[in-house]
């Protein structure tokens, strides 16, 4: 490498090493029209999915059917009712959390919904939390609603027999590593198009 | 080269701000209508391309939300570019060439009303001497505004003239954000916003969205009565410092241009994405062009300026005259980065 000759003005200067250079910008969403329909009814302590031509009911809703591609008009209440499809306890404290640790996370399928939510599971134990617990919403004050989800503090169980048949939304459409079919990374060839209804030996679906 | 033709496009209506919809909600009718258009739909499409940037929407992997519009499953063939779909289009037109596919889509969308925008496009400077100075985009524009004036190759009043006839050429375009007719005398009279621009000699603020459909040989021809087939297309960057480039002129775009073969014969119609007045200038310069040649028809960037899909605009504007038949031959430019960092041309035909 070619030796860099520095000019005279700067040749007693102490080096640049590294620098700092914070950024921050500022943005002020909106939420579009699927999620501030939903938002709207969490104010009235109702949960509103949206459902697919196919079907299938998106909470919460994004506005668009991913397997169709389609707009997702239709507003459906779900229940506050669900079971628990998957869950991790937190056992670490990390940067802006105001949670005591160990709590749990968890991915919660509303009674009447195809997608599952993700909220916390409190009133027990975090040892005790399992996949198939029947859990139910927990609000907050009336005076305290607003249009967000924080408005359900977190789920708790509701003391019913646990649902052991509680199939993981996706789970058959190869959306994650344990998920694939018979091994297969999903392809035409072993999922079925929910447009045109050909191909596959699986609907890819929960249904 | 393959044959390839765009054979549709479609875009949404151009607006400051669209604050009823996500993003996804906003993309679907210009994916949707320009599959439709043909009688398409994703399952007839080989690939899709995809053009947006995280920086707007401020979140991180914020196009996979947006792929919903499309309906991939079962899996599709997929990609993405940081950067305009005019990009993503040229992604496509590289597989298209290589035989693995007869049919693309492609799509752009920004909604860039969520953040300030000036400031949001600072993020793509050098990080450690230019980023950190926060220098607003109109301002780095303004730089480079000045220093063409200062060649003496045109005036202020050059600039106007492109700021008038591309509002009022806006008025025909029912998609334009900013259309109106004033004179030259009224653009003068505005004050400076940074000198030496004036308000007018910049673009507007704009979410919106746009596709595009490709395809190849006998599948176009089946489609359409007159696809706009790609006769070159090109593109190349310069340095990201600003100050190891001549401002005043577009070596990238002067090159891209020699190799998409925009001198090959007359050009009827070109659009030429220039968010700032005297960038069209410097343009047509690299590219040639002047005389016959109908310039920004639609009314160009300075009517609506989509991030990351005014360039594919371009591309569309373009295929659509010809296509409609009031056009054979045409040229197509997109920019992107600060002060005409990166640029593709882009040459389309029609059958005689």
Known sequence: MAEIVLPPSIRDVEPVRSVRTPAQLDYEFTAGDATTRFLNGIVNKRIIGQQAPGGRVYVPPRGADPELGQPTPIDVEVAQVGTVTSFCVVNLQFYGSVMEIPYVSALILLDGADLSIM?????????QVRIGMRVEAVWRDDADIEPTFESVRYFRPTGEPDDVNVRIPGEGHGTGLGSWVGGVAPTEAVIRNPRTGQGGTTEGGDA | MRDVAIISFAQTPMRRRVDELNEVEMLMPAVHGALAQVDMTIDDIGFTCSGSTDYLAGMAFSFVSTLDAVGPWPPIQES???????????????KLQLGEIDTALVYAYAKSSPGDLPMVLTRQLDPITMGPLWPDSVSIAALQARALLDTGRVTEGDLAEVAVRSRRDALANPNAQLAWDRGLDDHLAEDYLVAPLRRSDCPPITDGAAAIVWAAGDEARSKVDRPAWIRGIDHRIEPIHLGLRD????????????????????????????????????????????GSTAINPSGGALCANPMMTAGLVRLGEVANRISAGTADRGVAHATSGPCLQQNLVCVLEGDN
């Open chain 2, 80 to 94: 993405h570019v940081e950067m305009d779909g005019a990009w993503a289009l040229y992604e496509a037109w590289v």
């Open chain 2, 247 to 290: 401002l005043t002129v577009s070596e990238s775009t002067r090159i891209a241009a020699e190799k998409a073969g925009v001198a090959d014969g007359p050009v009827d119609v070109a659009e030429i994405h220039a968010p700032f007045t005297h960038q069209e200038l410097i343009l047509r310069q690299a590219m040639g062009l002047g």
């Open chain 1, 119 to 127: 909220h916390l599971i409190q009133e027990i134990p975090a040892d």
